[in-house]
């Protein structure tokens, strides 16, 4: 089982950035790959962009060229900087952690909000 906790969240202006962390504990030697999602207010969870243990990263077409997924193995941590904030980025950001196994597990979320 993998444990993650995010932090980092807050409020800031738009066009700010902020950069949320994850960082996972437990089994986290099974991970193939970690991801970022979001979830608004009346709104499904979406993809935000994910980082496999071999480094390789994916984003939301979106989301591209204004969020970087990043990661520090020494720390056991993920990172998500997200610059040029818009008020549509508001939301909760989650950490989700894939096992080789294809389990998930995911982090409480980090509340993310973005002031016009």
């Known amino acids: 089982q993998v444990q993650l906790v995010e932090s980092g969240g807050g409020l800031v202006q738009a066009g700010g950035s902020l950069r949320p962390s994850c960082a996972a504990s437990?089994?986290?030697?099974?991970?193939?790959?970690m991801g970022w999602y979001r979830q608004a207010p009346g709104k499904q969870r979406e993809l935000v962009g994910g980082i496999t243990s071999g480094g390789s990263t994916n984003y939301a077409d979106s989301l591209k060229g204004r969020f970087t997924i990043s990661r520090d193995n020494a720390k056991n941590t993920v990172y998500l900087q997200m610059n040029s904030l818009k008020t549509e980025d508001a939301a909760v950001y989650y950490c989700?952690?894939?096992?080789?196994?294809?389990?998930?597990?995911w982090g409480q979320g980090t509340q993310v909000a973005v002031s016009s």
């Open positions: 989700s952690a894939t096992g080789c196994t294809g389990a998930v597990s």
């Open positions: 437990g089994s986290r030697f099974n991970i193939i790959r």
